[in-house]
């Protein structure tokens, strides 16, 4: 697995609207604000997409520096949904075969912007949040 220095850090598709609603649900739940975020469009974010083998210009997958290694796809969603407060009993999900659990994640990443759809420019949120991008 790749490292990173900056930990913590959820890399989304900025243009996405169920990646940036992602962003929106772990901010609310977030109470320590323990999680920054980059939008994969951002300098920041393509650089950290490229270290992890991730294409900027067609992502499938959002990802989460935690503990220095980045995770990717099933096992992001649910490193980071662990570490919310009401939200740990997420981790039993980890003894979901990883393949069957990146499936299931794959199959919506493909479908996202058909599903939820796609802003024309990258999702800016609000000030208190915006002080959590990292660009």
Request: proline fraction near 6%.
């Amino acid at each position: 697995m790749t490292s990173w220095p900056d930990d913590d850090v959820i890399l989304y598709d900025g243009v996405c609207i169920f990646c940036s609603r992602w962003v929106r649900f772990v901010v609310d739940r977030d109470k320590a604000r323990r999680f920054r975020f980059t939008p994969i469009q951002s300098e920041y974010g393509t650089r950290l997409a490229k270290t992890f083998g991730i294409d900027p210009e067609n992502p499938d997958t959002n990802a989460v520096v935690h503990g220095g290694v980045a995770w990717m796809k099933s096992d992001a969603a649910l490193t980071v949904l662990s570490h919310l407060p009401g939200w740990g009993w997420t981790r039993v999900l980890f003894a979901v075969p990883k393949p069957l659990r990146d499936a299931v994640y794959s199959l919506v990443a493909r479908n996202r912007y058909k599903i939820f759809g796609k802003y024309e420019t990258c999702f800016v949120p609000d000030a208190d949040k915006r002080a959590r991008v990292l660009e």
